[in-house]
Protein backbone atom coordinates (compact mmCIF):
# COMPACT_ATOMS: atom_id res chain seq x y z
CA UNK A 1 0.00 0.00 0.00
CA UNK A 2 1.49 3.28 -0.97
CA UNK A 3 1.93 6.44 1.29
CA UNK A 4 -1.17 8.43 2.73
CA UNK A 5 -1.84 10.86 0.84
CA UNK A 6 -5.00 12.27 2.31
CA UNK A 7 -4.21 16.49 2.42
CA UNK A 8 -3.72 17.28 6.36
CA UNK A 9 -5.72 19.35 8.39
CA UNK A 10 -5.14 23.34 8.51
CA UNK A 11 -4.83 24.57 12.08
CA UNK A 12 -8.50 26.55 12.88
CA UNK A 13 -6.48 30.05 12.64
CA UNK A 14 -4.16 29.80 9.68
CA UNK A 15 -7.24 31.04 7.54
CA UNK A 16 -7.62 33.81 9.84
CA UNK A 17 -3.86 34.82 10.27
CA UNK A 18 -2.66 34.25 7.06
CA UNK A 19 -3.48 37.83 5.86
CA UNK A 20 -1.06 39.23 8.56
CA UNK A 21 1.99 37.13 10.17
CA UNK A 22 1.80 37.17 14.17
CA UNK A 23 5.25 38.31 15.70
CA UNK A 24 6.46 36.66 19.29
CA UNK A 25 7.33 38.98 21.83
CA UNK A 26 10.50 40.45 22.21
CA UNK A 27 13.13 40.36 24.49
CA UNK A 28 12.41 43.26 26.15
CA UNK A 29 8.28 42.58 26.26
CA UNK A 30 8.62 38.70 28.02
CA UNK A 31 11.62 40.70 30.26
CA UNK A 32 8.46 43.43 30.40
CA UNK A 33 5.94 40.09 31.72
CA UNK A 34 8.11 39.45 34.61
CA UNK A 35 8.34 42.89 36.14
CA UNK A 36 4.39 43.39 35.32
CA UNK A 37 4.46 40.09 37.41
CA UNK A 38 6.27 41.50 40.06
CA UNK A 39 5.13 44.80 40.76
CA UNK A 40 1.53 43.13 40.57
CA UNK A 41 2.63 41.26 43.47
CA UNK A 42 4.01 43.75 45.70
CA UNK A 43 1.70 46.79 47.27
CA UNK A 44 1.54 50.37 45.76
CA UNK A 45 4.78 52.43 47.05
CA UNK A 46 6.36 48.89 47.89
CA UNK A 47 10.10 48.90 46.70
CA UNK A 48 10.90 45.83 44.63
CA UNK A 49 14.79 46.60 44.47
CA UNK A 50 17.19 48.39 42.54
CA UNK A 51 17.71 48.03 38.77
CA UNK A 52 20.98 46.17 39.13
CA UNK A 53 19.26 43.38 41.70
CA UNK A 54 16.16 43.05 39.01
CA UNK A 55 18.29 43.28 36.13
CA UNK A 56 19.88 40.08 37.59
CA UNK A 57 16.59 38.65 39.18
CA UNK A 58 15.61 38.48 35.40
CA UNK A 59 19.16 37.77 33.95
CA UNK A 60 18.93 39.47 31.17
CA UNK A 61 21.81 42.47 29.58
CA UNK A 62 21.70 46.05 30.55
CA UNK A 63 20.24 47.40 27.32
CA UNK A 64 16.94 44.32 27.28
CA UNK A 65 16.45 45.24 30.91
CA UNK A 66 16.28 48.99 30.29
CA UNK A 67 13.88 48.31 27.29
CA UNK A 68 11.93 46.20 29.24
CA UNK A 69 11.68 49.14 32.44
CA UNK A 70 10.65 51.47 29.77
CA UNK A 71 7.78 49.29 28.60
CA UNK A 72 6.54 48.62 32.26
CA UNK A 73 6.85 52.35 33.34
CA UNK A 74 4.91 53.22 29.87
CA UNK A 75 2.18 51.30 30.95
CA UNK A 76 1.84 52.96 34.58
CA UNK A 77 2.71 49.80 36.75
CA UNK A 78 6.28 50.91 38.38
CA UNK A 79 8.28 54.27 39.77
CA UNK A 80 11.76 54.38 39.12
CA UNK A 81 13.13 56.87 42.01
CA UNK A 82 16.86 58.04 41.73
CA UNK A 83 19.32 58.54 45.11
CA UNK A 84 19.48 57.35 48.14
CA UNK A 85 16.98 54.55 49.15
CA UNK A 86 15.45 55.07 45.31
CA UNK A 87 15.04 51.92 42.60
CA UNK A 88 11.89 50.81 41.37
CA UNK A 89 8.32 51.01 42.84
CA UNK A 90 5.38 49.29 42.71
CA UNK A 91 3.19 52.41 41.26
CA UNK A 92 -0.03 53.15 42.81
CA UNK A 93 -2.93 51.76 40.53
CA UNK A 94 -4.72 53.67 37.81
CA UNK A 95 -8.37 53.79 37.32
CA UNK A 96 -9.18 50.68 34.42
CA UNK A 97 -11.57 50.56 32.25
CA UNK A 98 -12.05 47.44 30.15
CA UNK A 99 -12.07 48.61 25.96
CA UNK A 100 -12.66 45.32 24.27
CA UNK A 101 -9.61 43.03 24.73
CA UNK A 102 -7.88 45.53 26.31
CA UNK A 103 -7.74 47.73 29.33
CA UNK A 104 -7.01 51.53 29.17
CA UNK A 105 -5.17 52.84 32.22
CA UNK A 106 -6.44 56.16 32.83
CA UNK A 107 -5.39 59.23 34.85
CA UNK A 108 -8.89 60.49 36.42
CA UNK A 109 -12.47 59.62 36.80
CA UNK A 110 -12.82 55.92 35.78
CA UNK A 111 -16.89 56.50 34.93
CA UNK A 112 -16.82 59.80 32.78
CA UNK A 113 -14.41 57.49 30.31
CA UNK A 114 -16.44 54.55 30.90
CA UNK A 115 -19.72 56.65 29.71
CA UNK A 116 -17.97 58.59 26.99
CA UNK A 117 -17.22 55.08 25.74
CA UNK A 118 -20.69 53.52 26.14
CA UNK A 119 -22.29 56.94 24.15
CA UNK A 120 -19.98 56.51 21.44
CA UNK A 121 -20.57 53.10 20.68
CA UNK A 122 -24.13 54.04 20.17
CA UNK A 123 -23.12 56.71 17.81
CA UNK A 124 -21.08 54.49 15.66
CA UNK A 125 -24.21 52.97 14.03
CA UNK A 126 -25.14 56.75 12.95
CA UNK A 127 -21.55 57.37 11.61
CA UNK A 128 -22.19 54.16 9.52
CA UNK A 129 -25.25 55.06 7.85
CA UNK A 130 -23.71 58.50 6.81
CA UNK A 131 -20.39 56.73 5.44
CA UNK A 132 -22.48 54.18 3.33
CA UNK A 133 -24.30 57.25 1.69
CA UNK A 134 -21.49 60.12 1.76
CA UNK A 135 -17.82 57.83 1.79
CA UNK A 136 -15.89 59.39 -1.61
CA UNK A 137 -12.70 57.17 -2.72
CA UNK A 138 -10.68 59.72 -0.86
CA UNK A 139 -12.08 59.32 2.08
CA UNK A 140 -11.74 55.00 1.49
CA UNK A 141 -7.82 56.01 0.35
CA UNK A 142 -7.14 57.85 3.73
CA UNK A 143 -9.21 55.09 6.02
CA UNK A 144 -6.66 52.48 4.14
CA UNK A 145 -3.68 54.12 5.10
CA UNK A 146 -4.92 54.86 8.97
CA UNK A 147 -5.83 51.05 8.88
CA UNK A 148 -2.29 50.44 7.17
CA UNK A 149 -0.90 52.58 10.54
CA UNK A 150 -2.98 49.84 12.59
CA UNK A 151 -1.47 47.02 10.71
CA UNK A 152 2.09 48.44 11.29
CA UNK A 153 1.47 48.56 14.94
CA UNK A 154 0.21 45.45 15.24
CA UNK A 155 3.93 44.21 13.98
CA UNK A 156 5.55 46.31 16.57
CA UNK A 157 3.39 45.22 19.18
CA UNK A 158 2.56 48.56 20.19
CA UNK A 159 -0.40 48.45 21.80
CA UNK A 160 -0.87 52.14 22.82
CA UNK A 161 -0.07 53.29 19.09
CA UNK A 162 -2.78 50.48 17.79
CA UNK A 163 -5.47 52.11 20.03
CA UNK A 164 -4.50 55.59 19.32
CA UNK A 165 -4.80 54.75 15.08
CA UNK A 166 -8.16 52.79 15.92
CA UNK A 167 -9.27 55.64 17.13
CA UNK A 168 -7.97 57.94 14.53
CA UNK A 169 -10.10 55.59 11.91
CA UNK A 170 -13.22 55.93 14.14
CA UNK A 171 -12.52 60.31 13.90
CA UNK A 172 -12.02 59.59 10.37
CA UNK A 173 -15.36 58.01 9.63
CA UNK A 174 -17.21 60.59 12.04
CA UNK A 175 -15.75 63.25 9.47
CA UNK A 176 -17.22 61.78 6.23
CA UNK A 177 -20.90 62.61 8.19
CA UNK A 178 -22.60 65.90 6.73
CA UNK A 179 -24.08 66.27 10.06
CA UNK A 180 -22.18 68.97 12.41
CA UNK A 181 -23.48 68.09 15.71
CA UNK A 182 -22.72 64.60 15.39
CA UNK A 183 -19.46 65.15 14.13
CA UNK A 184 -18.74 67.84 16.80
CA UNK A 185 -20.11 65.32 19.85
CA UNK A 186 -18.38 61.80 18.32
CA UNK A 187 -15.01 63.42 18.15
CA UNK A 188 -15.23 65.41 21.48
CA UNK A 189 -16.25 61.74 23.05
CA UNK A 190 -12.92 60.65 21.51
CA UNK A 191 -11.34 63.42 23.05
CA UNK A 192 -12.19 62.85 26.27
CA UNK A 193 -11.21 58.82 26.29
CA UNK A 194 -7.99 59.86 24.68
CA UNK A 195 -6.58 62.19 27.11
CA UNK A 196 -7.41 60.53 30.33
CA UNK A 197 -5.64 57.14 28.49
CA UNK A 198 -2.47 56.35 30.17
CA UNK A 199 -1.59 53.17 29.06
CA UNK A 200 -3.30 50.09 27.13
CA UNK A 201 -3.11 46.70 28.74
CA UNK A 202 -4.36 43.02 28.05
CA UNK A 203 -7.43 42.07 29.00
CA UNK A 204 -8.26 38.42 29.41
CA UNK A 205 -6.21 35.23 28.49
CA UNK A 206 -5.92 36.05 24.85
CA UNK A 207 -2.26 36.99 23.94
CA UNK A 208 -1.94 41.07 22.65
CA UNK A 209 -0.35 40.27 19.21
CA UNK A 210 -3.62 37.99 18.32
CA UNK A 211 -6.14 40.35 19.91
CA UNK A 212 -4.53 43.28 17.78
CA UNK A 213 -4.94 41.18 14.69
CA UNK A 214 -8.10 40.02 14.43
CA UNK A 215 -9.13 43.73 15.48
CA UNK A 216 -7.46 45.44 12.68
CA UNK A 217 -9.32 42.87 10.41
CA UNK A 218 -12.92 43.67 11.89
CA UNK A 219 -11.97 47.30 11.24
CA UNK A 220 -10.76 46.39 7.61
CA UNK A 221 -13.91 44.62 7.00
CA UNK A 222 -16.22 47.55 8.13
CA UNK A 223 -14.28 49.78 5.72
CA UNK A 224 -14.21 47.04 3.16
CA UNK A 225 -17.93 47.03 3.53
CA UNK A 226 -18.74 51.40 3.78
CA UNK A 227 -16.72 51.25 0.27
CA UNK A 228 -19.12 48.31 -1.21
CA UNK A 229 -21.97 50.13 -0.22
CA UNK A 230 -23.35 47.40 1.48
CA UNK A 231 -25.69 48.08 4.11
CA UNK A 232 -26.15 44.70 5.79
CA UNK A 233 -22.95 44.04 6.26
CA UNK A 234 -21.66 47.05 7.53
CA UNK A 235 -24.33 47.40 9.88
CA UNK A 236 -23.37 43.59 10.95
CA UNK A 237 -19.87 44.14 11.23
CA UNK A 238 -20.21 47.67 13.58
CA UNK A 239 -22.93 45.34 15.64
CA UNK A 240 -20.08 42.51 16.65
CA UNK A 241 -17.66 45.56 17.17
CA UNK A 242 -19.88 46.99 20.00
CA UNK A 243 -20.65 43.61 20.95
CA UNK A 244 -19.22 42.71 24.56
CA UNK A 245 -18.06 39.37 25.00
CA UNK A 246 -17.64 38.49 21.38
CA UNK A 247 -14.27 36.25 21.10
CA UNK A 248 -12.24 38.27 18.60
CA UNK A 249 -14.37 41.54 18.90
CA UNK A 250 -13.10 44.72 20.58
CA UNK A 251 -16.37 47.03 21.49
CA UNK A 252 -15.21 50.58 21.59
CA UNK A 253 -11.93 49.75 20.11
Known amino acids: MGPDRRPRERPEREEATSAMSIPRLSRGESVAAQLI ?3 EAAAPGDRLGSKEELRARCAVSVGTFNEALRITQSRGLVLVRPGPGGGVFAAAQSPMVRLGNSVLALDGDQTSVAEAIRIRDALDTLLIEDALWHASPADIAELREILAEMAAAVERLDAVGFVHANWSLHA ?11 RSMYVNLLDHIESHTLAVLPYGNEPVPEAMAER ?8 DAVEARDRDRALHLIGQHNTPGTPGIAPGG
Open 37 to 39: AIA
Open 172 to 182: RLAAVSPHPML
Open 216 to 223: HALHAAIV
